[in-house]
């Protein structure tokens, strides 16, 4: 459906911005009046990463008179990959920063905020409240949900977009008009049952192709033209190169925009994504020991199996002396079980100690009592014992 302009115009541009966006005027759908609204308006991004960073840069070119940007991480050169938005000397710096210079690099006549704490239930509203649109960057259920469910209760429309490996999504959700994030995704997926992009990978420049379309999606609603995504579930394939779509229908028994909502007020969105189960939680109960640790018992000569519990391409990348591969697939559909020595301690690890805790509970289900995990994963065991090897 079309809906009316988010925002009204601004009074008038200047011929400095006439110059700029010439490009934009003499498009009969955007014109003067389109611009304008687009210098008026405040949108917010939630996260300045690989979704984050062709959103801010085209929105700044596009003229968005204000853009706000929240985020609370660091620069990693993992992150150059795709967050093109920062580059090789901003390493070690704040996202934030970072990503405002490079605005601002764009466009100077644009106004940046910036938040720098981490977005949670108790600042959200605040943050929110002072902007016509959120676009949502994130990368984790839990804040998914807080954005979704924030921006039901203002009454706000958010874009939003998904990425991983190959494969992209995106949508616009706007209760007062149609369906919530809730609406599609109801409940969040079991902990460790999706893995994450630091955990499967993304191809770079699918952020491109999917920011991109967040950001032609925001420029549609601030200026009231043409069709938004709203209903309507994108889906992108970028090995097929496809493009395909799915209704995507407002619930009635929504739990935060139907009919009768049980969730009127924000709630604990860690507790409600689960990052670790509950039973992976009560199996990592004193069975949990340090990488320094593990260094000790491998010098002691400690009777051990030291199993990796990542994909094939992460243990390429980098691995602990001694381990040998089991994905956590083979666990979970219990093909690996066999493999393990009756006759020495399992250790488990992965990358930071979020799967490894979900093996370590399959494990002590299957009689292995004594198993123990690395907390931290290889990452701890890099940054602790051997800081020459590669972090990924």
Same mark, same amino acid.
């Given at each position: 459906?079309?809906?009316?302009?988010?925002?009204?115009?601004?009074?008038?541009?200047?011929?400095?911005?006439?110059?700029?966006?010439?490009?934009?005027?003499?498009?009969?759908?955007?014109?003067?009046?389109?611009?304008?609204?687009?210098?008026?308006?405040?949108?917010?991004?939630?996260?300045?990463?690989?979704?984050?960073? *062709?959103?801010? $840069?085209?929105?700044?070119? %596009?003229?968005? #008179?204000? +853009? =706000?940007?929240?985020?609370?991480?660091?620069?990693?050169?993992?992150?150059?990959?795709?967050?093109?938005?920062?580059?090789?000397?901003?390493?070690?710096?704040?996202?934030?920063?970072?990503?405002?210079?490079?605005?601002?690099?764009?466009?100077?006549?644009?106004?940046?905020?910036?938040?720098?704490?981490?977005?949670?239930?108790?600042?959200?509203?605040?943050?929110?409240?002072?902007?016509?649109?959120?676009?949502?960057?994130?990368?984790?259920?839990?804040?998914?949900?807080?954005?979704?469910?924030?921006?039901?209760?203002?009454?706000?429309?958010?874009?939003?977009?998904?990425?991983?490996?190959?494969?992209?999504?995106?949508?616009?959700?706007?209760?007062?008009?149609?369906?919530?994030?809730?609406?599609?995704?109801?409940?969040?997926? *079991?902990?460790? $049952?999706?893995?994450?992009? %630091?955990?499967? #990978?993304? +191809? =770079?420049?699918?952020?491109?192709?999917?920011?991109?379309?967040?950001?032609?999606?925001?420029?549609?609603?601030?200026?009231?033209?043409?069709?938004?995504?709203?209903?309507?579930?994108?889906?992108?394939?970028?090995?097929?190169?496809?493009?395909?779509?799915?209704?995507?229908?407002?619930?009635?028994?929504?739990?935060?925009?139907?009919?009768?909502?049980?969730?009127?007020?924000?709630?604990?969105?860690?507790?409600?994504?689960?990052?670790?189960?509950?039973?992976?939680?009560?199996?990592?109960?004193?069975?949990?020991?340090?990488?320094?640790?593990?260094?000790?018992?491998?010098?002691?000569?400690?009777?051990?199996?030291?199993?990796?519990?990542?994909?094939?391409?992460?243990?390429?990348?980098?691995?602990?002396?001694?381990?040998?591969?089991?994905?956590?697939?083979?666990?979970?559909?219990?093909?690996?079980?066999?493999?393990?020595?009756?006759?020495?301690?399992?250790?488990?690890?992965?990358?930071?100690?979020?799967?490894?805790?979900?093996?370590?509970?399959?494990?002590?289900?299957?009689?292995?009592?004594?198993?123990?995990?690395?907390?931290?994963?290889?990452?701890?065991?890099?940054?602790?014992?051997?800081?020459?090897?590669?972090?990924?």
């Amino acid at each position: 459906m079309s809906l009316p302009p988010l925002v009204e115009p601004a009074s008038e541009l200047t011929v400095d911005e006439v110059r700029r966006y010439s490009r934009h005027l003499i498009i009969p759908d955007v014109g003067m009046d389109g611009q304008k609204r687009l210098k008026n308006a405040k949108v917010l991004c939630v996260g300045a990463g690989g979704l984050g960073s *062709p959103t801010l $840069m085209y929105l700044a070119a %596009a003229g968005v #008179g204000t +853009l =706000g940007i929240i985020e609370f991480d660091e620069v990693d050169e993992s992150n150059l990959q795709r967050q093109v938005i920062h580059s090789q000397a901003d390493i070690g710096r704040p996202k934030a920063e970072s990503a405002r210079d490079t605005v601002l690099g764009i466009n100077p006549y644009v106004k940046v905020n910036l938040h720098t704490e981490r977005l949670d239930s108790s600042n959200v509203m605040e943050i929110f409240a002072d902007y016509d649109l959120i676009v949502d960057g994130t990368d984790n259920f839990a804040t998914r949900y807080l954005v979704n469910d924030a921006c039901v209760l203002l009454k706000k429309p958010y874009v939003w977009g998904s990425i991983y490996r190959f494969d992209g999504q995106a949508s616009v959700f706007w209760a007062e008009h149609g369906p919530c994030y809730r609406c599609l995704y109801p409940e969040p997926p *079991p902990p460790g $049952m999706v893995p994450s992009c %630091a955990e499967g #990978g993304v +191809l =770079g420049v699918l952020c491109a192709s999917v920011g991109s379309v967040q950001t032609t999606e925001a420029i549609k609603l601030l200026a009231g033209i043409g069709e938004p995504l709203l209903g309507r579930l994108m889906i992108y394939d970028a090995l097929e190169m496809t493009y395909r779509q799915v209704k995507v229908r407002k619930d009635p028994e929504c739990a935060v925009c139907g009919k009768n909502p049980t969730v009127t007020e924000l709630i604990d969105y860690e507790a409600f994504c689960g990052v670790v189960s509950d039973e992976a939680q009560q199996a990592a109960m004193g069975s949990t020991i340090t990488p320094q640790q593990l260094k000790e018992w491998i010098d002691e000569g400690e009777n051990i199996d030291i199993i990796d519990v990542r994909e094939p391409n992460e243990y390429e990348i980098v691995s602990i002396p001694g381990a040998r591969l089991i994905p956590k697939n083979e666990f979970l559909m219990g093909n690996a079980l066999g493999e393990l020595s009756q006759d020495k301690r399992i250790v488990l690890h992965c990358k930071t100690g979020v799967r490894s805790a979900e093996v370590l509970a399959v494990l002590k289900n299957a009689g292995f009592s004594d198993a123990v995990h690395v907390g931290g994963g290889v990452v701890g065991w890099v940054t602790q014992i051997e800081p020459e090897k590669p972090v990924y």
